[in-house]
């Protein structure tokens, strides 16, 4: 965009974007209510089915006591990954509740550090694994004795007859 735009007359409002916007006035459209407001900033969003004991999010259990009208029902969840503590729960389109975690609620922890921890967990069980099988492996060579090997027989060819035997009868 030029420099040349802001000066140059507008068709519409018939003056020049920069007199415009000078002149002061703009107002934002401003959601209606703090709730519409999350909704709008906090853009991950993810579908869960309530269950009796609250929604279940990333190993968490988040609960609120507007939640129990709600079991077995779909309903959209909006969070913030820097503060996996609460969730702000929305049931068609309309804002319902923002559940808690017990567990994390005292302290925030963000989606990050959930994810770098259950990946350096994973990594710590799959070398223990690993080690293990290697002492297995050591385990089986040391204490089984190497299978037999099977003898190969030679089959002796049948017998083949100079000629075919044709059957007769008693007759004959």
Known sequence: MTKSHHYRVHSETECQ????WEKGGFVPRMPASLEQLDLLLLTVAKTRRVQQDGIHFQNHRYMDITLAAFVKEEVLIRYDPADM?????????HFLCRAI???LSDRKVSLKEIE?????????VRAELSTREAMVNRYVEMHHAPPPVPKTVVAEPAPVEARP???RYIND
Not at 85 to 93: L, R
Not at 116 to 124: C, H, V
């Open 165 to 167: 035997r044709l059957k």
């Open 101 to 103: 975690c017990a567990e």
């Open 116 to 124: 770098k921890a259950r990946s350096e967990r994973r990594k710590q």
């Open 17 to 20: 974007p920069k007199e415009r």
């Open 85 to 93: 503590g609460e969730i702000h729960v929305f049931f068609q389109d």
